[in-house]
């Protein structure tokens, strides 16, 4: 065997030898593929008891909370909403339901969620576009809000759900539509009274 075939035997043995570790990795346990949910704005939910820590809340993983804030550079301001996205994975071996998203009023007023969302064991679900209502100061991207979520089984999932600046790809995402002002309608002034005179009569 020549020099040159003996490099390109060796190159090809190292190859083959780094597939299985390559296939390990990416179809491992807790690899992304084997999963249903990929964690990415929420990164919350982390429970940690000092030994263990494990993804998740009595069977609960949001893998998606996000509010869309302003675009970059803007503000959507005290008093007006922003949409809440939500993607939630059920791994208990029941189905459950979000029934319901509160805040605890020092961020927001109120969270509005059109309808329950329903949570099939092991699947990821999608709830419709909710929205955080009467914002209690403005928002410009990069705030947290604290919200519980309520399920029928699971109870209530407290978490931190960060804001995200309308930009790169939450560009297309549609904003929350805001409250239109009130005209202000000033009374108009009223007529100065025209001056009568009234002519003496001549003696």
């Known amino acids: 065997m020549t020099s040159t075939s003996h490099r390109r035997a060796i190159a ?6 780094s597939i299985p570790a390559l296939a390990a990795c990416g179809a491992g346990v807790d690899a992304n593929t084997n999963r249903a949910y990929a964690p990415t704005e929420a990164g919350v939910l982390i429970q940690d008891d000092g030994s263990t820590r494990s993804y998740g809340e009595n069977g609960i993983m949001i893998s998606q909370a996000f509010i869309l804030g302003p675009d970059s550079g803007g503000q959507i301001a005290a008093g007006g909403s922003a949409p809440l996205y939500l993607s ?12 319901g998203v509160v ?8 969270v509005k969620l059109p309808a329950p969302v329903p949570l ?15 914002l209690k100061t403005p928002l410009l991207g990069g705030e947290s809000v ?24 939450y560009a297309t995402l549609p904003p929350a539509p805001q409250p239109v002002p009130t005209p202000v309608t000033s009374a108009s002034p009223s007529a100065t009274p025209t001056p009568v005179t009234t002519e003496t009569p001549q003696t």
């Open 120 to 134: 099939a064991s092991d699947q990821l679900a999608k709830a419709p576009q909710a929205t955080v209502d009467g």
């Open 146 to 169: 604290r919200l519980t979520f309520q399920f029928t089984n699971a109870g209530d999932v407290t978490m931190w759900v960060p804001v995200i600046a309308r930009s790169r790809e």
């Open 12 to 17: 090809v043995a190292a190859v083959l030898a």
């Open 88 to 99: 939630i994975v059920n791994r208990a071996s029941t189905p459950d339901t979000l029934t």
């Open 103 to 110: 805040s605890d009023g020092k961020e927001v007023t109120s």
